[in-house]
């Protein structure tokens, strides 16, 4: 089987380098310009399921391509963002120092220390293992599956994948739009593609 993670395009939020975890932001200008280059692309290809995050800047995203193809979206809330409670809408240059202290502290391990009022990484990472089991068990071999989704939930996929300790997933770039590409055989998960942006090309 094949899964094609996708980030979501971009908001006003990630223009600004706010941090959204479950802020539920919708997609700017250029998010829906990418929405519609990443349907162009994908409606291409054969795929059977499409799988969304229930954040709306998610489902906004998946639209032109299910509209394209004639796939209704299956909204599943392992796919959520992670929640960064308190820290949330807060760009890097308006924390406070301590605050800046410990977000530094958070980016370089994550399985250390938890966002304030926020979810913990070894939940998310229980609840994107619980979706990839799922999905190796409803899903044909020879099948393939969109998942649009969030930048942090596509670093967990794939240090979960390629059996990497989880804090690696900060060092890994997932840009707004861009495809990550896994296929599973053999009782195992096989990275194919990383953060492809080449259909966002002019």
């Not at 054969?46 to 299956?74: D, H, M, T, Y």
């Given at each position: ?22 802020s539920?932001?919708k ?6 310009w990418?929405a519609?280059?990443?349907?162009d ?8 399921q ?6 709306c ?10 509209a ?42 994550p ?20 979706f990839?089991?799922?999905?190796t068990?409803t ?20 240090t ?15 840009d ?11 009782s ?15």
């Amino acid at each position: 089987m094949k899964l094609i993670w996708v980030r979501h395009g971009e908001t006003l939020w990630n223009e600004q380098f706010r941090l959204q975890g479950l802020s539920d932001v919708k997609l700017n200008e250029k998010g829906h310009w990418q929405a519609r280059r990443l349907a162009d692309v994908l409606s291409k290809q054969q795929f059977s399921q499409i799988f969304v995050s229930p954040l709306c800047r998610a489902r906004e995203f998946a639209a032109p391509l299910a509209a394209g193809v004639g796939i209704q979206p299956q909204v599943c809330d392992d796919l959520r963002e992670i929640s960064f409670g308190r820290w949330e809408g807060l760009r890097y240059a308006e924390m406070d120092a301590a605050t800046q202290k410990l977000y530094l502290s958070w980016c370089n391990n994550p399985a250390a220390f938890t966002p304030p009022a926020g979810e913990a990484i070894q939940d998310v990472r229980a609840r994107v293992a619980n979706f990839m089991l799922k999905i190796t068990k409803t899903l044909g071999a020879e099948e393939t599956a969109v998942i649009i989704t969030h930048g942090g939930i596509i670093r967990v996929a794939v240090t979960l994948a390629l059996q990497m300790p989880i804090t690696a997933a900060g060092k890994l770039l997932i840009d707004n739009a861009s495809l990550t590409t896994m296929y599973f055989y053999a009782s195992s998960w096989y990275l194919n593609k990383l953060n492809d942006t080449a259909h966002l090309a002019e």
